[in-house]
């Protein structure tokens, strides 16, 4: 296949449909670090994991499209080279002597998909784009997670490099896509289930689940097939609750690889109280529901209980 000169691509105005391969990366745990190294020094950690990004993405032929704060998207004219890229990132920052937080180096984690995409205004839309970003928030600190559609235009040499760990339905979609981790490191050998009979089988071991969730008396259950249940201070939630801590879209709960997870995208966070006393706090993150407990937004349930949502997690 010939390379897409991407400075050409991007330099049109006019709207151009287009194949490419589509990178996300994200440092893990900012707030941590903003936390501890305190504003100047964290924002300056930031910034040199972002001039990484950049310059790894530039060495293999990419294009960055944006950074948002510790994120950075950039599309390639070959998966090949989004994974070489991606590659570099991972060595460098995890490697690199100054990007450390409490004698613990800095991860990133990184999502590919190739697909087609509209490029306008030296930017790009479309499905596929959604799809590479959904892939980096299934990543987990030093992975790199990809799809079947980006590994089916993989060299061997990088098909070679890459393990199926699972099948998801991803949002917006109606049919499952196959989960891929790319093996960055030598040393990461780890042998799996031929991929071929790895779908079912995860299906077989799911056991069914249900999730109880109850507000001031009213009570939503939640299955396998319930996809996601919002919560916030906007009438469109299936929760209403309203307050001034309280964001409009405040959290959401989704049905994920056969578990629940919690996913605060509000300014205050969210507060979770296990049945046995354990507090838990996320924001812009997300935490998996295990057996009972209460869940504040915003503030401890303990602090205004007649806010507080009670949760329930059975077999």
């Given at each position: 296949m010939p390379q897409i000169r991407l400075d050409y691509v991007y330099n049109r105005a006019v709207s151009k449909d287009i194949e490419l391969a589509i990178l996300f990366a994200d440092?893990?745990?900012?707030?941590?670090?903003?936390?501890?190294?305190?504003?100047?020094?964290?924002?300056?950690?930031?910034?040199?994991?972002?001039?990484?990004?950049?310059?790894?993405t530039e060495a293999h032929g990419g294009s960055v499209i944006k950074t948002i704060g510790d994120e950075i998207m950039a599309t390639f004219p070959t998966a090949d080279s989004a994974l070489n890229a991606a590659s570099q990132m991972q060595h460098e920052i995890g490697s690199h002597t100054s990007l450390k937080v409490e004698n613990q180096p800095v991860a990133i984690r990184i999502g590919c998909h190739y697909g087609p995409v509209v490029v306008e205004n030296r930017d790009i839309f479309g499905a596929a784009v959604h799809t590479a970003n959904r892939m980096t928030s299934q990543a987990k600190a030093g992975q790199i997670m990809t799809t079947g559609a980006m590994v089916h235009q993989l060299s061997p040499e990088w098909r070679s490099a890459v393990r199926q760990i699972d099948v998801t339905m991803l949002r917006g979609k109606s049919n499952e896509d196959e989960l891929y981790e790319v093996l960055w490191q030598k040393e990461d050998t780890t042998s799996m289930l031929p991929s071929l009979a790895l779908g079912s089988l995860l299906r077989d071991k799911q056991k069914p689940l249900r999730l109880r969730v109850s507000y001031q008396g009213n009570e939503i259950m939640m299955t396998n097939g319930h996809a996601t249940l919002t919560m916030g201070r906007a009438e469109e939630n299936d929760i209403v609750i309203k307050g001034n801590l309280i964001s409009r879209i405040h959290a959401r709960i989704e049905f994920d690889r056969n578990k629940f997870l919690l996913i605060d995208q509000s300014t205050n966070g969210t507060f979770v109280t296990s049945e046995s006393g354990e507090d838990s706090f996320v924001r812009r993150d997300s935490l998996q529901l295990k057996g009972k407990g209460t869940i504040g937004l915003g503030r401890t349930a303990e602090s205004n209980p007649a806010q507080s949502l009670q949760f329930s997690c059975e077999e």
């Open positions: 440092v893990v745990g900012s707030t941590r670090i903003y936390e501890v190294m305190g504003d100047l020094r964290a924002r300056n950690m930031v910034l040199m994991c972002v001039d990484i990004m950049r310059t790894a």
